[in-house]
């Protein structure tokens, strides 16, 4: 099969390779997933998992990528759920070769049933946004319904998620950003706008949640405009110290088969919209991790036509 792989820890970008690469191996458990799109992290060659094995061992040359959209065409041993020629998506092992590839292997329970209404392309920017924005609101933020959250980077793949969820919730919702996004952001539903380079999200008042994408000074300013009893719900860096009273959370998103299917069937019914922010063929990866055009959203890799 054709892959995207990296030979060298240090090469970076550059290092991104189309080339031949061994058709994957389906463990018991597992499945293999034909790949129409797929998704990554631009930061993912810099992480510990994408260069070694849950045991530390070295694993290059490796395949990045861990968001795929696709069918399975092939199940392990003892895997059940699943069936051969079945739409899915979801999110793949930190450890393991990932989706941006014609083939990956996936554990069958990070992967939950794609409708048939949901674009390939659509299905890929989700898995990490929608995981990541119904943890960091439901699970760890407790949201409830007419509390005010205050999204920072909201035009961005997780932050546009988090705005419709967080606002069909019941949820009064602030958004952060550039002003470029502000249109985006109020047109997914969110009730206010601050432009982060020009204004201070400090004068929109106190919160009952926030959840910060960016970390940096934003982060450090985010746990003072919390009200007592409220979180700060971080996935960029840990928060330092907060205010007594208000919680602080920081996580690594996890997959999870019925938050999956739930994003999925929102997005079916037309009560979610993941944003595309541009969408490149396989031998274009290298581009695709560049891209820093400003558009809002989800970068996505097609790899097989639909």
């Given at each position: 099969?054709?892959?995207?792989?990296?030979?060298?820890?240090?090469?970076?970008?550059?290092?991104?390779?189309?080339?031949?690469?061994?058709?994957?191996?389906?463990?018991?458990?597992?499945?293999?997933?034909?790949?129409?799109?797929?998704g990554f992290t631009p930061g993912e060659l810099g992480w510990p998992g994408t260069?070694?094995?849950?045991?530390?061992?070295?694993?290059?040359?490796?395949?990045?990528?861990?968001?795929?959209?696709?069918?399975?065409?092939?199940?392990?041993?003892?895997?059940?759920?699943?069936?051969?020629?079945?739409?899915?998506?979801?999110?793949?092992?930190?450890?393991?070769?990932?989706?941006?590839?014609?083939?990956?292997?996936?554990?069958?329970?990070?992967?939950?049933?794609?409708?048939?209404?949901?674009?390939?392309?659509?299905?890929?920017?989700?898995?990490?946004?929608?995981?990541?924005?119904?943890?960091?609101?439901?699970?760890?933020?407790?949201?409830?319904?007419?509390?005010?959250?205050?999204?920072?980077?909201?035009?961005?793949?997780?932050?546009?998620?988090?705005?419709?969820?967080?606002?069909?919730?019941?949820?009064?919702?602030?958004?952060?950003?550039?002003?470029?996004?502000?249109?985006?952001?109020?047109?997914?539903?969110?009730?206010?706008?601050?432009?982060?380079?020009?204004?201070?999200?400090?004068?929109?008042?106190?919160?009952?949640?926030?959840?910060?994408?960016?970390?940096?000074?934003?982060?450090?300013?985010?746990?003072?405009?919390?009200?007592?009893?409220?979180?700060?719900?971080?996935?960029?860096?840990?928060?330092?110290?907060?205010?007594?009273?208000?919680?602080?959370?920081?996580?690594?998103?996890?997959?999870?088969?019925?938050?999956?299917?739930?994003?999925?069937?929102?997005?079916?019914?037309?009560?979610?919209?993941?944003?595309?922010?541009?969408?490149?063929?396989?031998?274009?990866?290298?581009?695709?991790?560049?891209?820093?055009?400003?558009?809002?959203?989800?970068?996505?890799?097609?790899?097989?036509?639909?």
């Amino acid at each position: 099969m054709k892959a995207i792989r990296v030979h060298d820890r240090d090469a970076g970008i550059d290092g991104l390779m189309l080339e031949d690469a061994p058709y994957p191996h389906a463990a018991e458990n597992d499945v293999i997933v034909k790949v129409h799109a797929a998704g990554f992290t631009p930061g993912e060659l810099g992480w510990p998992g994408t260069w070694t094995d849950r045991a530390g061992r070295d694993r290059t040359p490796t395949i990045p990528g861990h968001e795929v959209s696709g069918e399975v065409v092939e199940l392990g041993l003892g895997t059940t759920g699943l069936t051969v020629g079945q739409r899915v998506y979801g999110l793949t092992d930190w450890t393991r070769d990932g989706t941006l590839a014609e083939y990956v292997a996936v554990e069958a329970r990070n992967l939950a049933p794609l409708p048939a209404t949901v674009d390939h392309v659509q299905a890929a920017a989700l898995p990490i946004a929608g995981l990541t924005a119904w943890q960091a609101l439901f699970d760890h933020g407790r949201l409830q319904v007419g509390q005010t959250v205050l999204i920072h980077g909201a035009g961005g793949g997780v932050g546009s998620v988090a705005v419709q969820l967080a606002r069909e919730a019941g949820a009064r919702v602030i958004g952060t950003g550039r002003e470029r996004d502000r249109k985006t952001v109020l047109d997914l539903g969110a009730d206010a706008f601050v432009d982060l380079a020009a204004e201070r999200f400090e004068d929109a008042g106190q919160v009952d949640l926030v959840l910060d994408v960016i970390g940096g000074e934003v982060l450090e300013r985010s746990a003072a405009v919390v009200r007592p009893g409220g979180t700060l719900v971080a996935v960029a860096a840990p928060p330092k110290a907060t205010p007594p009273g208000v919680r602080a959370v920081f996580f690594v998103v996890e997959p999870n088969r019925d938050q999956l299917a739930e994003l999925a069937r929102r997005v079916h019914q037309g009560r979610l919209r993941p944003l595309v922010g541009g969408v490149y063929p396989l031998s274009a990866t290298r581009q695709a991790f560049r891209e820093k055009t400003g558009t809002p959203g989800k970068v996505v890799i097609q790899v097989a036509d639909s």
